[in-house]
């Protein structure tokens, strides 16, 4: 059975961090890329972050500036959401993502971990 369940996530100040959490089981990790998707409130879910199934790349919304980092450990079968200078604007429910590399192109989703950010 598959799993994607997330942590980190919590109630954090303008300016802090966070590092979210995202432990996989359940279908072969090194053969997914991952993902980081965001939704806020009153608002369509959105990527994040990706990274390719071995690591070697990622990509990340134009809107993060440069303050997020995605990185993953397939040993542990985990992936994780380094998230610094919070804005309340990036406060959402962040959702993981696994998407294989190559067809039936299978996609799996977490539950979500709340992320808020305020004072």
């Known amino acids: 059975q598959v799993h994607l369940v997330e942590s980190g996530g919590g109630l954090v100040q303008p300016g802090g961090s966070l590092r979210l959490s995202c432990a996989a089981s359940?279908?072969?990790?090194?053969?997914?890329?991952m993902s980081w998707y965001r939704q806020g409130p009153g608002k369509e879910r959105e990527l994040v972050a990706r990274i390719t199934s071995g690591g070697g790349s990622t990509n990340y919304a134009d809107s993060l500036e440069g303050r997020f980092t995605i990185a993953r450990d397939n040993a542990k079968n985990a992936v994780y959401l380094q998230m610094n200078s919070l804005k309340p604007e990036d406060t959402a429910v962040y959702y993981c993502?696994?998407?294989?590399?190559?067809?039936?192109?299978?996609?799996?989703w977490g539950q979500g971990t709340q992320v808020t950010v305020s004072s």
């Open positions: 993502n696994a998407r294989r590399d190559y067809f039936p192109w299978t996609t799996y």
């Open positions: 359940g279908f072969t990790f090194r053969n997914y890329a």
